[in-house]
């Protein structure tokens, strides 16, 4: 079983859909959970960052951290044509001085006009 | 955010000779920078993991004497790819966790990516 398992899709969606990606994973170790948004050609973009269990919002963009249940998500609201890409989980341990991420394999979202 | 620079963006080289890549934090200090290589379609593979004043660690498989990192100061790191193949062709993107507080403490922020093709 892989560290983190995440669907690549693709995911394609309409223009002002709630946009559901998630990751499941294995290790209890982990406790930071981020999620990258990353375009085509280019590199990784942070967008939500997150310790621990609980929710956190900003603007659109919804992270949700179940420790219990080994399980993240990423939930956009209204989404738009700007969002098409490929969104990565991320997630690391706590302690000492490994800040290796452990990453999904990303899923690759279209959200169409 | 924190900004993450790398450069160049793209670059063309031929078999056989070396190329350099710099990554550069351009307003904090990074304790740490990571070197990753990404193929099309898929997910980013840590190549290794360097301090600044120390040598880097490089995870199994990857060819610490092919792939050079050099960690000179807080702001800088840079991956020499050597004697480059066909096959070293890729995504490089570099990685850089900065010192003290968050965000910039605890986050990893990403530079733009390097594009290698050896001809």
């Known amino acids: 079983q892989k560290e983190v398992e995440q669907d690549p899709g693709p995911l394609s969606v309409p223009e002002g859909a709630i946009v559901s990606l998630n990751c499941t994973y294995s290790n209890s170790a982990f406790q930071y959970f981020m999620w990258y948004r990353q375009y085509s050609r280019k590199g990784p973009e942070l967008l939500m960052y997150?310790?621990?269990?609980g929710n956190k919002e900003d603007g659109r963009f919804t992270a949700q951290v179940d420790k219990s249940s080994k399980y993240i998500s990423l939930f956009i609201r209204d989404s738009q044509p700007s969002d098409s890409a490929t969104y990565l989980c991320?997630?690391?341990?706590?302690?000492?001085?490994?800040?290796?991420?452990?990453f999904g394999k990303g899923t690759l979202l279209t959200v169409n006009p | 955010g924190a900004v993450v620079s790398q450069h160049p963006s793209r670059v063309i080289c031929k078999s056989g000779t070396s190329v350099k890549i710099e990554c550069r934090s351009l307003d904090f200090q990074a304790t740490t920078m990571f070197w990753y290589r990404q193929f099309p379609k898929q997910s980013l593979m840590l190549m290794a993991t360097?301090?600044?004043?120390?040598?880097?660690?490089?995870e199994q498989g990857v060819e610490k004497d092919k792939f050079l990192i050099n960690h000179a100061s807080l702001t800088l790191s840079t991956l020499t790819v050597t004697s480059a193949h066909p096959e070293d062709s890729s995504f490089y993107i570099c990685?850089?966790?900065?010192?003290?507080?968050?965000?910039?403490?605890?986050?990893?922020?990403f530079g733009e990516g390097s594009w290698l093709t050896v001809v």
């Open positions: 997150t310790y621990s269990s």
């Open positions: 990685s850089a966790r900065g010192s003290g507080v968050p965000p910039s403490g605890n986050t990893i922020y």
């Open positions: 991320a997630m690391r341990s706590s302690g000492g001085s490994n800040y290796k991420l452990t």
């Open positions: 360097s301090n600044e004043g120390s040598k880097a660690t490089y």
